[in-house]
């Protein structure tokens, strides 16, 4: 299966992601972790990247569909994957299409997530990362057992420096403006599913469940 997942920053792409890859035995592409590691391995891609998510910009086409492409080309992927914040501007999912199309694949299924924008604040301002393993936690909804340290793996629990709220505005501006128009690009070709994203994390887990069955295979050429 090719699954995209889409929705504003907060919506709990991630966190759906690695739930669904985990049951579908099939990687999870998130874009912002790659883009998180290069810059903190200070490779030629993280150096470029890194000003524009300081900003809470979208870093250039061009450096993310390179990226994404070069993933996709990974054995892990030749079963399907599950893209986690990519595509977010026309280009890109043109560009996604594109590359689909030459290896004679598709999309599976597009799932937005549905969130309103306050509750979108509110869970970011709250969250917390584990700088080892990635694993999230959030102040109030999901608190770590020790504070500010990791339950899985001790590691050190961070906020993300685009997580501060005026940058996390500034992702949504660009959510608005750049990625929810995908949402009719998508409709129109009969691949968008939404989910209620709100409640716990199980409860979306569910609903998201329950939209996959739906598809049989339909979309799902080999
Ligand atoms: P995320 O972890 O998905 O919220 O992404 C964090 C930041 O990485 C974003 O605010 C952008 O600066 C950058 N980024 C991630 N994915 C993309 C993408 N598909 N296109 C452009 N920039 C991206």
Same mark, same amino acid.
Request: glycine share 8%; with cysteine; aromatic share 4%.
């Given at each position: 299966?090719?699954?995209?997942?889409?929705?504003?920053?907060? @919506?709990?792409? *991630?966190? !759906?992601?690695?739930?669904?890859?985990?049951?579908? /035995?099939?990687?999870?592409?998130?874009?912002?972790?790659?883009?998180?590691?290069?810059?903190?391995?200070?490779?030629?891609?993280?150096? +470029?990247?890194? /000003?524009?998510?300081?900003?809470?910009?979208?870093?250039?086409?061009?450096?993310?569909?390179?990226?994404?492409?070069? &993933?996709?080309?990974?054995?892990?992927?030749?079963?399907? %994957?599950?893209? $986690?914040? %990519?595509?977010?501007?026309?280009? =890109?999912?043109?560009?996604?299409?594109?590359?689909?199309? @030459?290896? *004679?694949?598709?999309?599976?299924?597009?799932? @937005?997530?549905?969130?309103?924008? +306050?509750?979108?604040?509110?869970?970011?301002?709250?969250?917390?990362?584990?700088?080892?393993?990635?694993?999230?936690?959030?102040?109030?909804?999901?608190?770590?057992?020790?504070?500010?340290?990791?339950?899985?793996?001790? *590691?050190?629990?961070? !906020?993300?420096?685009?997580?501060?709220? +005026?940058?996390? &505005?500034?992702?949504?501006?660009?959510?608005?403006?750049?990625?929810?128009?995908?949402?009719?690009?998508?409709?129109?070709?009969?691949?968008?599913?939404?989910?209620?994203?709100? /409640?716990?994390?199980?409860?979306?887990? +569910?609903?998201?469940?329950?939209?996959?069955?739906?598809?049989?295979? =339909?979309? $799902?050429? @080999?």
């Amino acid at each position: 299966m090719r699954i995209v997942m889409l929705g504003p920053p907060g @919506a709990g792409k *991630g966190t !759906q992601a690695r739930l669904l890859a985990q049951r579908l /035995g099939i990687p999870q592409i998130s874009t912002g972790d790659i883009l998180r590691e290069a810059v903190r391995k200070g490779t030629p891609a993280g150096l +470029e990247a890194r /000003g524009y998510m300081q900003r809470g910009l979208l870093v250039p086409d061009e450096l993310v569909v390179r990226i994404v492409n070069e &993933r996709m080309a990974e054995p892990d992927a030749a079963k399907g %994957f599950i893209l $986690d914040g %990519f595509p977010r501007t026309y280009a =890109q999912a043109r560009a996604l299409e594109e590359s689909l199309a @030459a290896k *004679g694949q598709r999309l599976s299924m597009v799932i @937005a997530l549905d969130v309103d924008e +306050e509750t979108v604040v509110k869970r970011i301002s709250g969250r917390l990362v584990c700088r080892q393993c990635g694993a999230m936690f959030h102040a109030l909804y999901d608190p770590p057992r020790n504070d500010n340290l990791c339950d899985k793996c001790n *590691g050190s629990l961070y !906020q993300r420096d685009d997580d501060k709220e +005026e940058t996390v &505005r500034r992702r949504l501006q660009q959510y608005r403006e750049e990625t929810r128009p995908l949402m009719d690009f998508y409709a129109n070709k009969a691949l968008l599913v939404r989910i209620d994203g709100t /409640g716990a994390v199980e409860e979306v887990k +569910e609903r998201i469940l329950k939209a996959l069955e739906t598809l049989d295979g =339909q979309n $799902d050429p @080999a």
